[in-house]
């Protein structure tokens, strides 16, 4: 999270690489100010060239909630005359609780956001498996630690393989819902439960669905040299739809 850019990567191994910016750059958390709006973020896109953005799904930017069909076309609108393509959602979503009625509200999110996707004209929405979020603080910016904290407290008294079939359940009814709308999903080798790529190119084969594709980020693979990042790049091959890059 947090990144400068993603590079937009839809169709096959070939296909032409476009580079776009992911509207979490301008969320307001990580710099001193406030948030740029959506429409601000595109103008900062076509000000500094980028064919395209990638919209953070949380507010301030992209939470279903503040974004019905109408507001949806609008947007879509706007980018299309200023010629930049709303090419993604991310969401920020957790399926791996042990809590049932939390990863309920969770498919309920995703089943939302799908729509958005797909009423912004968006060709992917990235997916995570877990997620432990983000605390906001009351004099400005954010902090990582509060959130992960409570994962783990809440994760504690159960197994791996428990936490990975409760997200299996969650992803493989997101991948049914977003089949309905035509929005693939893009899974990022993001952790927690997924370790690297090996675990998403796992959830993917058991998942087993049309609809389910992947979001490599080659700086998440932390430990790896350049041929083992070749190596990881050639096994995600035509899966992969979409990539992070940053700072990093």
């Not at 992911?22 to 103008?43: F, K, M, N, P």
């Not at 909630?65 to 957790?94: M, S």
């Not at 997620?131 to 791996?160: C, M, N």
């Not at 693979?221 to 050639?234: L, N, P, S």
Request: aromatic fraction near 8%; include cysteine; proline fraction near 4%.
């Amino acid at each position: 999270m947090g990144g400068l850019g993603a590079a937009d990567l839809l169709g096959a191994v070939d296909a032409e690489v476009k580079v776009g910016l992911y509207s979490i750059t301008y969320l307001g958390v990580w710099y001193r100010g406030d948030a740029l709006t959506l429409e601000q973020v595109i103008q900062r896109a076509k000000q500094y060239g980028y064919e395209g953005v990638e919209i953070d799904g949380k507010r301030p930017h992209g939470n279903p909630l503040d974004w019905p069909k109408g507001r949806c076309r609008d947007l879509l609108g706007y980018a299309r005359d200023h010629g930049v393509e709303i090419y993604a959602v991310a969401a920020n979503n957790d399926l791996s609780s042990p809590i049932p009625e939390h990863r309920e509200c969770q498919l309920v999110y995703m089943r939302d956001l799908i729509r958005m996707t797909a009423d912004l004209g968006a060709k992917v929405l990235r997916v995570f498996l877990a997620w432990p979020g983000v605390t906001l603080l009351r004099e400005g910016g954010g902090r990582y630690d509060i959130a992960k904290a409570a994962w783990q407290k809440a994760h504690e008294a159960f197994s791996p393989e428990e936490t990975w079939a409760w997200c299996r359940e969650g992803l493989a009814e997101s991948a049914r819902l977003a089949g309905v709308h035509g929005v693939p999903l893009a899974l990022q080798n993001h952790a927690p439960v997924i370790g690297d790529y090996r675990d998403v190119l796992r959830m993917v084969g058991e998942v087993a669905s049309p609809h389910l594709k992947v979001r490599f980020d080659a700086r998440l693979e932390h430990g790896k040299d350049a041929d083992a990042i070749r190596k990881a790049t050639i096994e995600v091959g035509p899966l992969q739809v979409l990539s992070h890059y940053g700072g990093e």
